[in-house]
């Protein structure tokens, strides 16, 4: 029997192992957050302190994104996951005895939803990276709306029986069940059989990594669109997280099983949209999806905080649910599909840091505005900002350009040459890992007819040198000769250099052949590399 076109990516064996242990764990860390966000109405009802749970929740994800992001790609991604989620497991038990004890005041609860919060935010980049390894590419823009689905199925049922858990079992329940639900996932990463790729370098260093993951990020255009995007998307969205518990006691005066239904009803419209995502892909790009995201999450917005009756706030909820997925889920594809597999984890790492960040200060921004001018204001505040955001931020890019999406093999060398083998053998021992900073230069004979083309192609190189790497890049002209140009770009050391020719892409090698055919001359660009030679070392 044929899958749905959504459930595609289920035939492969080992993202169904994971997506289903997921789902477990989300559905567990739902009935968790339904718990903490209703035993703060009770410990501490102000609206400031209950959208405290929230950005506790939130606020690990924003300060460890990028060194969860590194570490993901240097050391044993399923070993880093399995420590990660026994790290959450640990600190929800503490959190389902201290409350199962009577020993949890308001800032225990803060302190230790932070803890889980910790644990989520070393997670986070690790297991994203993982989808990429578990289908093809062409499934991988399924794979991730499925994981949305996933996700949003869990906030559809996790909240509900979260919210009945704590009308029959008190908050601590909930705390508990969520420890528990971890224990699935360390047992799917055990049974995953993961192959490792094989390198033939040494493991970059932790700040290299992650100077390597910024210097990546900063020469993206792609990727920075997507971050900008995602951060302004849930940087107003956000404010619902921390006011919804507040809007169903106070404004609809409803008991904790309706704020399940209230995010199950949310979930309901996140399933339906993720379903109906893979069929409206022909019709609408992904930077239109998140414009139109945007929009529907705003009118939602406003809509709920209008609302006075359970009928008309579970109709925005299930609104919102189709924005915040559709809009989620395309912005994490256009993350993952926009960068390589090296600096996967920290270019994902990046981008939750930031739209982290927007979620924190978003639900913070809710929290605030909650207390000065009441909820309802508040929300439609939100609302109203993040529609307008939305088409404000229209114009940045989210997917490269349909010739970089095919990426055509280069139909012309690169400016390289064949790795220099040392004059000296004594020169042998200054090539590895803590050797001087490598400079490499290109020399170009450009006709003077082509001179615009050329800069306009070596702007781009600029971008892949330093995408790949390079601490800094200049592009020289000779003032007695014109037609001479001279490209420098300088690499941390010689295995930095080496994996440098392993992280280019064949788009990466396209636009490099592009400069290379503007050469004039018998022989092709002339490519070297200098060696710095610190004082002190043997020469």
Known sequence: MQLPSALTPLRHPAFRLLWLANLCSNTGMWMQNTGAGWLMTSLAPSPLMVSM????????????????????????????????????????????????T?????????????AIGVGTAMNSPAWAATTPETVPRQDLTGAI?????????????????????????????TFALNALSFLAVIVALLVWKREAPRATLPKEHFLSAIRAGIGYTRASPVLRGVMLRGFVFFLFAAALWGLLPLLVRQQLGLGPEWFGIMLAAMGIGAVAAGLLLPSLRGRLDRGG?????????????????????????????????VAWLAGASTLQAAAQLSVPSWVR??????????????????????GWGGE????????????LLCAVGGVLVRRFIIEPPAAE????????????????????????????????????????????????AFLAAMAECRQVRLRNGALGWRLFEDVAHPERWVEFWVMQSWTEHLREEGRMTDWDLTILSRAARLHRGETPPEAARYLNVMPGLPS
């Open 53 to 100: 749970v929230q950005v506790a929740s939130l606020l690990p994800v924003f300060l460890l994104a990028l060194p969860a992001g590194a570490l993901a790609d240097i050391v044993d991604r399923r070993r880093y996951l399995i420590f990660a989620q026994a790290w959450i497991a640990c600190a929800g038990a503490t959190l389902a005895i201290l409350a199962w």
């Open 102 to 114: 009577g020993n949890l005041g308001p800032w225990g609860l803060v302190a230790l939803t932070f």
């Open 145 to 173: 709306v499925l994981n949305g689905i996933g996700f949003n199925l869990s906030r559809t049922v996790g909240p509900a029986i979260g919210g009945f858990t704590v009308a029959a079992a008190g908050a601590e329940a």
């Open 289 to 321: 999806t998140v414009t139109a995201a945007s929009l529907i999450a705003g009118a939602a917005l406003i809509l709920l905080g209008q609302a006075h009756h359970w009928a008309v706030a579970m109709l925005a909820m299930v609104l919102y649910g």
């Open 345 to 366: 984890a920290r270019a994902i790492g990046i981008y939750q840091l930031v739209t982290f960040g927007g979620l924190t200060l978003g639900a913070g921004f809710g």
């Open 372 to 383: 000065s001018f009441g909820i309802g204001y508040a929300l439609g505040l939100s609302g």
């Open 405 to 452: 999406s095919a990426a055509p093999a280069p139909d012309a060398p690169a400016p390289s040459v064949p790795r220099p083998e040392p004059a000296a053998q004594a020169l042998t021992g200054l090539l590895h890992d803590e050797s001087g900073q490598v400079l490499e230069v290109v020399r170009y004979h450009i006709h003077p007819a082509d001179r615009r």
